[in-house]
């Protein structure tokens, strides 16, 4: 078969955790470098197509945007990177199911978070604003945009950052479940489609658009940081409780039960 079956895709996730937990501190990050920065693309790509859509479009601009948004994840999965979002579920169920460390975890997100904002950062300078493309005829978007995540209260954020990474990782585990390249994508396609359109915060992704209005000149890094603590907190909740936690305890996988396909 070319599909994974439910409890497979957790063995899977399993394994792919424990892989990372392996990984040199030189690879996270170089590979979270990578990640950031083909999530800072995905967003910059989004920014450029809702940018002069009519206002009448209405929610359907938005929808645009955040079908190609993907492509960031796309690259991160397929071309390889390491991508905190997604080592917020795979790393904790290598934990749950007593395959790795606590300290392997939270190795793991230190790097990871740090590279991850090193690539998303790379982009929002050299291409927002060395190049102007989140400046010029994209500031007022790129600036709205913005001012809604750090806006939000602590408590909204938070929850928005569950519904988030539930959604993204649950776009990593139907990409664990597909055996192929093409349904790899299409695995991955719509969770995060989705979550875009509705307006979740994703952190690495407010890695990007955030800085962005900061080196515009619209805000400042201290507007940042409660909304990045407050998104990092329910990105970890919705990626470890709601996918890697929920389908741990309903499975049980053995690690060794299936070889990670990726």
Known sequence: MSLHSPKEIAA??????VTKSHLSIPSLLILGFLAGAFIATGFLLDIHVINQLPAEWGSFGGLL????????????VLAGGELLTGNMMTLP??????????????????WVTLANFIGSIAVAWFFGHLL??????????SVAI???????????AFISG???????C???WLAFASKDVVGKIFGMWFPVMAFVAIGFQHVVAN?????????AGQMSWADYLPNFVAVFLGNAVGGGVFVGLAYYLAWRPQNESVTASR
């Open 12 to 17: 899977v996730a399993i394994q792919s955790g």
């Open 65 to 76: 945007g955040a079908a190609v948004f993907p492509v960031g994840i796309i690259l991160t």
């Open 93 to 110: 169920i290598a934990w749950f199911a007593r395959q790795v460390s606590g300290y392997s975890v939270l190795r793991n997100w230190f």
């Open 132 to 141: 102007g493309m989140t400046e010029g005829d994209y500031l007022k978007k």
């Open 146 to 156: 913005a001012n809604a995540k750090v806006h939000a209260d602590f408590m909204h």
């Open 162 to 168: 569950i519904g988030c990474n539930w959604l993204v």
């Open 170 to 172: 649950l776009a990593t």
């Open 207 to 215: 890695m990007f658009i955030i800085p962005a209005a900061i080196f």
